[in-house]
């Protein structure tokens, strides 16, 4: 009997431990894989970053548009005012979402950067 449960101590140990081995392993080949789409996010929320820290940006696409374009301008302004109303309804969902999705799962040796956030008006 004592001999029994020494072995299957020892065997659960043996278990414990690959098993162990095999979630690294499972975690590496996921964050490897998922590498790519880690990057092209940090590189998205850099632009976006980028975009916020130069309104004068916004501000030349705009007067671009209106003087190729200006028939245009209408259609281009209702998408924008359609796709910001779209975001405030969405986004107290969505954010926290994000936030947890970004800080949780990201690669465990270099998070992504996230400063997706709402301004409060």
Do not use: C, F, I, Y
Not at 8 to 28: D, I
């Amino acid at each position: 009997m004592v001999h029994d449960a020494a072995e299957r101590a020892a065997r659960k140990r043996v278990l414990l431990a690959q098993s162990a081995v095999l979630r690294l392993s499972l975690s590496q080949q996921l964050n490897q894989g998922l590498q790519p789409a880690w990057r092209t996010l940090d590189r998205a929320d850099q632009g976006w970053q980028w975009l916020r820290a130069h309104p004068w940006v916004w501000a030349g696409a705009a007067a671009l548009l209106v003087v190729w374009r200006p028939k245009a301008v209408p259609g281009v302004a209702a998408r924008a005012w359609g796709a910001w109303r779209w975001w405030q309804r969405v986004s107290p969902v969505a954010m926290p979402l994000l936030l947890k999705l970004l800080n949780t799962t990201g690669p465990a040796s270099a998070p992504p950067t996230s400063s997706l956030s709402t301004p409060k008006d």
